[in-house]
């Protein structure tokens, strides 16, 4: 049977193999707090298809439409503010035989 010490490698790279390190050992090591180092390893593995979710692509097309139907709701609202305000004003207008 093959075990870690065979392997080679130093003690770092063998406690990481067997699990030992957690996200509250490495994540100062990067700079970052545990819970943001846990948020990025859960979305690799979405985008690698190992775990169920939306994965990051999908995620960045979601923002991409929820901003574009923003965006015409709002070209849609301003034109039928400017449909109303000419509309009023035809009725003002004196009529012409």
Same mark, same amino acid.
């Given at each position: 049977?093959?075990?870690?010490?065979?392997?080679?490698?130093?003690?770092?790279?063998?406690?990481?193999? %067997?699990? =030992?390190?957690?996200?509250?050992?490495?994540?100062?090591?990067?700079?970052?707090?545990?819970?943001?180092?846990? =948020?990025?390893?859960? %979305? $690799?593995?979405?985008?690698?298809?190992?775990?169920?979710?939306?994965?990051? $692509?999908?995620?960045d097309?979601?923002?991409?439409?929820?901003?574009?139907?923003r965006?015409?709701?709002?070209?849609?609202?301003i034109?039928?503010?400017?449909?109303?305000?000419?509309?009023?004003?035809?009725?003002?207008?004196?009529?012409?035989?």
């Amino acid at each position: 049977m093959l075990s870690l010490n065979s392997i080679g490698g130093n003690d770092d790279e063998i406690m990481f193999l %067997q699990g =030992v390190y957690t996200d509250s050992c490495i994540a100062p090591k990067l700079g970052c707090s545990p819970d943001s180092l846990r =948020v990025w390893c859960q %979305q $690799a593995e979405r985008d690698a298809g190992q775990r169920g979710g939306l994965t990051g $692509a999908e995620k960045d097309r979601i923002k991409e439409l929820e901003r574009e139907v923003r965006e015409l709701r709002q070209a849609d609202e301003i034109l039928k503010k400017a449909s109303a305000y000419f509309a009023a004003a035809e009725l003002d207008r004196p009529f012409r035989k």
